[in-house]
């Protein structure tokens, strides 16, 4: 293995408070960071880097870890634009566009399905996410959530099993028959490839009753519970979330105080997702709520082709910066350390000795620009496990 450093960083986001100037952020002004083979193995001010075998110089730019988007649905066929025009013509958003996808989904080849994926996740790449978590949810068969899950872990080893997105079109008068298909043959031939369980907990696809006996299930097969809660309107998902030890509440748009609470004296990272609320004119979540009352909060694309048709992290930083009460570092944080906390990885999100070595070299002299130039293409390069690949 050959060591490389990248020296003369502006403005380095280690996420590490112990470091630089004990902010959570943990940033370190005229930096450098080591890299040896896949993991970090020195960070500290530029002129007092070790030697290493290669050297790059950052010309003042800053480097923040890689974005770690926990909560994303790649795998699936066709797209859903004639809804989403009609949508911006007036039309709301409600549980149930989901079919549409499921069809084209079912349609697709396992090949075109995998390039599927490859092709959203290069565009996430090029943006800076350097981990995903991605989910089933577009078949709503034994045979079609077990193949897609396959398909999604030739890309990630965050794979989730979301067999109860809705409720299939096939169960459409039978929702308790479709419940005991998700927990049992679905189940079966669907946990072996997974890591996680997911339910939609919301009106139109599952309540409170049917979303605890789908979590259990997964649990008891080995799956950890994440749970998609409190989207469209207050419900029990963010409690059932809290009670179960869920890694992850996912939205997060209509919370009670007590809810509040709940995440706040709780282990469950509130994973947010503006993309969504951005492409449906919904209510914004409101961060600042969360972080004030001690929350972890997560900020994620919610990529898919219904609600959230977007790959982009540093637009959702922005969004969350302009319009959920978060700052530019909270965001920050929130799109790195926080998706990984939602994951339950110390490996990724920071960028410390012996985490991996993801990192984003802005052409921008501080993570700021992220939202104070939001559109604008500023990820000038991308390692991922110690490898450039942007």
């Not at 193995?41 to 007092?48: A, I, Q, Y």
């Not at 549980?95 to 084209?104: D, K, Q």
């Not at 079109?169 to 997974?194: F, Q, R, S």
């Not at 907990?201 to 979303?211: I, S």
């Amino acid at each position: 293995m050959t060591t490389t450093a990248v020296t003369h960083i502006a403005s380095l986001v280690t996420n590490d408070p112990s470091l630089g100037n004990g902010t959570p952020l943990g940033l370190i002004q005229d930096a450098a960071v080591v890299i040896d083979g896949d993991r970090i193995v020195w960070t500290g001010e530029s002129s007092k880097a070790p030697a290493t075998d290669n050297v790059l110089d950052a010309a003042g730019r800053a480097v923040i870890p890689g974005f770690v988007d926990s909560h994303s649905h790649l795998v699936f066929a066709g797209d859903r634009t004639q809804e989403f025009n009609a949508r911006m013509s007036g039309r709301p958003y409600r549980a149930g566009g989901i079919r549409t996808t499921v069809a084209a989904t079912r349609a697709a080849s396992d090949e075109e399905l995998s390039a599927n994926v490859a092709r959203y996740l290069a565009e996430a790449l090029s943006q800076g996410t350097t981990t995903f978590e991605t989910k089933s949810g577009y078949g709503l068969t034994v045979e079609d959530e077990a193949r897609a899950l396959r398909v999604a872990a030739r890309h990630t080893d965050e794979v989730t099993y979301l067999g109860a997105h809705i409720v299939s079109p096939d169960y459409a008068d039978d929702p308790a028959g479709y419940v005991d298909l998700v927990t049992g043959p679905m189940l079966e031939a669907c946990a072996p490839h997974a890591r996680w369980i997911d339910v939609f907990c919301e009106q139109g696809a599952f309540d409170g009753d049917q979303a605890r006996a789908i979590l259990t299930a997964g649990r008891a097969k080995g799956l950890h519970p994440r749970i998609h809660a409190n989207q469209l309107t207050y419900g029990p998902g963010v409690q059932l979330a809290v009670e179960l030890d869920a890694a992850s509440a996912d939205h997060c748009t209509h919370l009670t105080d007590a809810d509040v609470d709940a995440l706040g004296q709780g282990d469950t990272v509130a994973t947010l997702l503006p993309g969504a609320e951005f492409s449906t004119r919904a209510t914004w979540p409101d961060a600042r709520r969360l972080l004030d009352a001690g929350a972890t909060v997560a900020l994620s694309t919610d990529c898919n082709p219904g609600s959230s048709f977007t790959s982009s992290m540093p637009f959702c930083v922005a969004l969350a910066v302009r319009d959920m009460g978060m700052t530019p570092d909270e965001a920050i944080w929130s799109a790195t350390a926080g998706g990984a906390a939602a994951l339950r990885r110390t490996d990724i999100g920071r960028i410390t000795p012996g985490a991996r070595a993801d990192l984003v070299l802005l052409d921008a002299p501080s993570h700021v620009h992220l939202a104070y130039r939001p559109g604008v293409p500023l990820v000038r390069a991308v390692w991922r496990s110690g490898q450039r690949v942007v």
